[in-house]
């Protein structure tokens, strides 16, 4: 089975910090991609990657990077944290293989609180 | 611009009774559609996949079908059990695309 492990799962942050939020797959997958959740809000991306080194703006990056130094590791990062980056954060991979419609794997999530 | 509809509100139904979700979108020519499962606080989980030229897929008690003519497709449960409480989200992808399109899911409550 595939396995998609996000570091943390709660968080609570001051406003203005740094957060690092990490993520690791186990299927060598060639994609990976940070989602936030909020309510009424559905899933929404924020940066996606297709190789290591490579990243892609999603549909809400501003106020996030992301840094993939290594196939299997993907980090989000909140440069200067703030209240309304409050949300669950989730992780995912896939293959990449257009034969497998592009099945995405979910991490449990990252639930941040900015305070 | 692309647009992807699932009821916002909850469906509840009764245990072994048939539950039937739907999806429509507009401005899109998806190659496939998946429907994930999300229960509360934890990470969607994928269930099926069914491409634009498949009309109907069935895994277990679940059945998924897609009409590209009218932009939509149904997921049903079969014989219902609350454990099939949840949210179900159903996402669109292209072909030669990495990203899929979510849906904001539709929560459904199965009462005993």
């Known amino acids: 089975d595939v396995k998609v492990t996000q570091s943390s799962r709660y968080l609570v942050k001051r406003t203005g910090e740094k957060v690092f939020l990490e993520c690791v797959q186990d299927?060598?997958?060639?994609?990976m991609f940070w989602y936030r959740q909020d309510p009424g809000l559905g899933l929404r991306l924020i940066y996606f990657s297709y190789d290591v080194k490579m990243k892609e703006k999603g549909d809400i990056p501003e106020g996030y990077s992301v840094s993939r130094e290594k196939k299997e590791r993907f980090s989000l990062i909140l440069e200067s944290a703030s209240t309304n980056q409050t949300s669950m954060y989730l992780c995912?991979?896939?293959?990449?293989?257009?034969?497998?419609?592009?099945?995405?794997?979910f991490g449990e999530g990252s639930w941040l609180t900015v305070v | 611009s692309q647009k992807i509809e699932q009821n916002s509100e909850a469906l509840n139904i009764q245990e072994g009774k048939t539950a039937t979700l739907t999806c429509n979108y507009t401005n899109y020519s998806p190659a496939y559609l998946q429907w994930y499962r999300q229960d509360p606080g934890r990470g969607p989980v994928f269930l099926l996949l069914i491409r634009e030229n498949e009309k109907e897929k069935r895994k277990e008690r679940l059945k998924v079908t897609f009409d590209t003519t009218l932009k939509q497709s149904l997921f049903h449960i079969t014989a219902s059990q609350p454990a099939d409480s949840a949210t179900y989200l159903c996402?669109?992808?292209?072909?030669?695309?990495?990203?899929?399109?979510f849906g904001k899911g539709t929560m459904l409550l199965v009462s005993p």
């Open positions: 299927m060598d997958h060639e994609n």
């Open positions: 995912a991979s896939s293959s990449g293989a257009d034969s497998s419609g592009n099945t995405i794997y």
């Open positions: 996402a669109l992808g292209l072909s030669g695309y990495s990203t899929l399109t």
